[in-house]
Each structure stands twice: as C-alpha cells, then as structure tokens.
C-alpha cells in the first residue's frame, strides 16, 4: 500500500473513502469543525443519524459521487479514553476495523484527514498507529495458497493522509513512515515465524537472512556446523543433533556511521525452527504451532532490518540462534551432559527444554566478542510463562531497573505489553546438578518461567544490563483478529524497533 500526503484542502483529494474516528456519543461536527466545513453535506446526511460511536460500530454516509468526501467511514471507538495508557490500542483496532471494511467493499484507496486526529491524542502518534494499523490490516498471507487474490478481499491500493494546509508538515511525513516501517517489521517477522518447518529451517532463515542484509546494507555473519563445533558450541549443537537441517549461528550488525565503536545494544533471538520437544517429545496437540518456535529469532531480523532501513543512530547487533529440535538415533538423550560455549558442563535432563541451550551459548558468545551497553534476549522460552501470563502480555526478566524500565515502555509504544516477573535467587538452587557444573531446568515444573530465566542469567556477566523477554503464550494467534489474522504474531518484532530507535536512554 503506498502512502500519500495531500496537502492544499479537500477539493484535491479523491480516495474512494474516508476514515474518521469517533468517540461514543461525540458531536463529531462540533468537535471537529474542520470536518463539517470539509464536507457540509454531512450536516444534512440522514445517515449521521444513526452514527453513534460505540465501539466496533463502523457507519458509512454517503455524499454526492463528485464530492471530494463523497463516502466518509465513521469507526466507533467507544466511551472516549484520552490519555488513558489504552487510548492507543483503542485507536489501533479502530482503524484495523476500519480498514478491514475497506478492503471488504473493494475499495482502491482510503483517506485520513490529519484534522480529525487530534481529538484521539497528539496527532502525529495517532497518525503513526492509525498508519501501523492500516498496513497490518491490509496485508493477507498468500504465500502457501493455489488460489491467491481471488479468495481473498484485494488489497487497498493507497492512503492519503490529508493536510487542509497549503504543505505537509515534516513531522507528520516521518510518524506516517515510522507507523509503516513498524509494520513492515512486524509483518516480516510474521512471515518467517508463520513460515512451516519444511520451509524454513536453519539454513533457509540464513539464506534470506543474507538476502535481506545485502538489501539493507546490514553487516552478516553466519556461522555453520562445523564453525560451531570449532569454537565449542556444545549446547546449541546438542539441540540440533537430532534435526536432518543442521544448526545456525545468524549475526547481524547495523553500525551507522561515526558509531562503529560504540557499545552495542545486542538483541540475541532463540531460533528454533520447529520444536518437536525431541526425544522429550511433545504431545500432538498444537505440535503444529512450534513452527514459530522461532519468533524471537524472527522479531531480532526483522527488527535489525528496519533500524537499518530507518538509518536509526545506534548501533544495533542481533544473534539469532537457529536449530531444529527433532528426535532420532542422533538426537541427544535425557540425562546427556555436554560442555558450552561458556566451558560450563551442563546436565540435559528434558530435551524439550531446548531454548536456553541454544541460548546460553549464543550468551557467551556475545560477550567473547563485545562489550554490549545491554543485550536482550527474545525467546518462546516456557510453558509456564504462558500459563501465568497467558496470551496478552509477555514476561519481562531484567538485571536491571533501568533496562526493564526501557523494555516497557518501548513495549507500552509498540503495544506489545511486558510485566515484570523476578529472577527469584531462592530458586537458583533448583539448578543444581548431581553430575554437572549446572542442570539446564529446574527439579520442579512450579516456577518454570523463573529458573528458566535463572538459568539464562548464569550465562551473563554480572555487570552487564541483561533482559529477557519470554514470549511464549503471546507468539501465536489461534484465530483472526483485526490487527493480526491467525498464525504468528511477530511479537516483540516491534519492541525491539523502539528500543533501536530510542537508544537505552
Ligand atoms: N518452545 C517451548 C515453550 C513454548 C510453549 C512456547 C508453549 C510456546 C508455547 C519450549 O521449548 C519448551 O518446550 N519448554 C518446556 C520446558 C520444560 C521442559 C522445562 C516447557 O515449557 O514445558
Ligand atoms: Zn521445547
Ligand atoms: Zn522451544
């Protein structure tokens, strides 16, 4: 969908349709005089009458063909919630319905007057979240199926954002384009990770990684099997040794100019391609959605791909651990101690408690080969994370108060919601092992989120600022909603952007 900004009034646009927001039992021509001048018809519309505002409610009244607002679509947004830390969700699903009945009508373009946002907040923040919502709307995937467009509504061509000033105003431009790069992220992020374990595996994610970074003017480094195995990779090699796809170490950096030698925020993004459980197999419900048991690998590309594309002043580098954990003669067995990166041995007693090996080595990594101003780490880590937390909201573990402070308000902005859960020293002992330096899960399935997140911080030096982000319960969604239709959800793609662009301050 292209983006367009029409300055100069009304009488120079002509999308098929305009959207307007409106609260529950607003006088919306009162409210928004630049709105009734634009279009007087609407003073007379008999079809105002019946646009209430309750939430959900979309309402479409007509004006003469000719008119330059010759339909306007009223999206009811329910009881008026500015400056409420909901207004933005609110006005993100609003115009994800509203674009959603666009494309139902077959419409070719749709228009947002900028005139009629500063009703919902500050207008350039609602302009970039009305954008995100447009784009993550309008986009089906199409990818798998034999009958493509006819089946599915046509996209919309464009948006106009509409200015009754003679120019547009820069800033508006830039929250326009950042709403649409944020989209772009997290629509890229859901590809891969919706993407089914046939096709993308270790080598295919590396594969289009490289493609995507050579697009992107984005420095990689991939490192094989036999890289790993020479630099001592033993716990994120024990995770592939079962899969016929061996496993991928993906390093992406984005350094602008004149920050080469900054400290580096290291985003580190657990990668597996499809988590059978292994030899610890899992049940076969749902078995199907481990396929996105790499959307923490996903979100750390597609993120590194915007802030490269955004030309964002930090420098950014993201790890991405790719394995696929499978059963077979191969496959590592429960009760298997193997040395990693960190020269730590480590007692294997549940092979489906994959995620923090891959890690913990892609962990000692980073720090053999940075000095990071902070590194967060993005995984599908628990069960027990989505059971406490369920599918809205993600775990949150953070040495740091500032660092977790950061991750939730970068979240807060991305509508990617954190809560903070503690990396509990009691429990440190629940790692203990009878033959091992240490036991890569608890002895107890009861507070798993929180030795699983222990374990991870065994890898970290003290000193450094280290979160991580447990996403499992929020990666997947099990049917269609307006922002995002069933599959993954690319969770947190868009979190690691704003951190990106806002730098840890
Ligand atoms: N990928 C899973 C976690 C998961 C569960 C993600 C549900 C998304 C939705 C992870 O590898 C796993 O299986 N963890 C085990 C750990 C246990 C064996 C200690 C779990 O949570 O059961
Ligand atoms: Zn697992
Ligand atoms: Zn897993």
Redesign the pocket.
């Known amino acids: 969908m292209e983006i367009y900004f029409h300055a100069g009034g009304e009488d120079k646009w002509t999308a098929s349709i305009a959207l307007v927001p409106i609260w529950k039992d607003e006088k919306i021509l009162e409210t928004c005089p630049d709105l009734a001048e634009a279009a007087p018809f609407l003073q007379i519309a008999p079809g105002m009458r019946d646009v209430t505002g309750r939430k959900g409610e979309i309402s479409i009244v007509y004006g003469h063909k000719d008119l330059p607002y010759s339909r306007v679509m009223f999206i009811g947004l329910g009881e008026e919630c500015l400056g409420r830390d909901t207004a933005m969700d609110v006005v993100r699903e609003g115009f994800a319905k509203g674009l959603a009945r666009v494309r139902a009508m077959h419409l070719e373009s749709a228009h947002i007057p900028f005139f009629s946002l500063s009703r919902l907040g500050g207008e350039l923040r609602v302009l970039e979240e009305a954008v995100y919502a447009c784009c993550l709307a309008n986009y089906s995937s199409i990818h798998f199926k034999k009958t493509t467009r006819e089946s599915l509504p046509p996209a919309v061509q464009w948006l106009g954002i509409g200015f009754r000033d003679e120019y547009v105003p820069d800033a508006a431009r830039q929250a326009a384009r950042r709403g649409e790069r944020s989209a772009e992220a997290v629509l890229l992020a859901r590809k891969f990770a919706t993407a089914p374990g046939n096709v993308m595996y270790p080598e295919t994610f590396a594969e289009k990684a490289r493609m995507l970074a050579a697009d992107n003017n984005l420095k990689i480094d991939v490192l094989d099997e036999k890289d790993l195995e020479a630099r001592g990779f033993g716990a994120h090699l024990a995770v592939g040794r079962g899969g016929a796809h061996p496993p991928r170490l993906v390093v992406l950096e984005h350094a602008p100019k004149g920050r080469e030698n900054d400290r580096p925020i290291v985003f580190v993004g657990k990668g597996?391609t499809f988590?059978s459980?292994g030899i610890?197999l899992k049940p076969a419900a749902k078995m199907h959605t481990?396929k996105s048991?790499m959307t923490g690998a996903a979100a750390t590309l597609a993120s590194l791909v915007a802030l490269a594309d955004e030309g964002a002043d930090c420098r950014v580098i993201g790890v991405m651990a790719l394995a696929e954990n499978m059963p077979d003669g191969n496959a590592t067995r429960p009760g298997d101690v193997v040395t990693g990166l960190s020269g730590d041995t480590i007692e294997i007693v549940?092979t489906?408690?994959?995620?923090r090996l891959v890690l913990c080595d892609a962990l000692a990594y980073v720090q053999q080969n940075w000095e990071p101003a902070a590194i967060i780490d993005i995984a599908?880590?628990?069960?027990?994370c989505?059971v406490a937390l369920g599918d809205q909201v993600a775990g949150l573990f953070c040495s740091s108060d500032s660092l977790a402070e950061r991750v939730l308000s970068a979240g807060h902005c991305a509508g990617e919601y954190f809560w903070r859960l503690p990396l509990w020293e009691g429990y440190k002992s629940k790692l203990k092992s009878p033959i091992a330096d240490i036991c890569h899960?608890g002895s107890s399935r009861e507070g798993?989120a929180i030795t699983a997140a222990l374990y991870l911080q065994h890898f970290v030096k003290g000193d450094i600022p280290w979160a991580h982000l447990d996403i499992?319960?929020v990666?997947w969604c099990g049917k269609d909603t307006a922002l995002c239709p069933e599959g993954s959800t690319g969770f947190s793609a868009r979190t690691l952007v704003e951190i990106g662009r806002g730098g840890l301050a």
Not at 352 to 355: I, K, R, V
Not at 380 to 384: D, N, Q, Y
């Open positions: 597996i988590d459980g610890s481990m048991d549940n489906d408690a994959e995620g599908t880590l628990t069960g027990a989505a899960t798993g499992a319960g990666d």
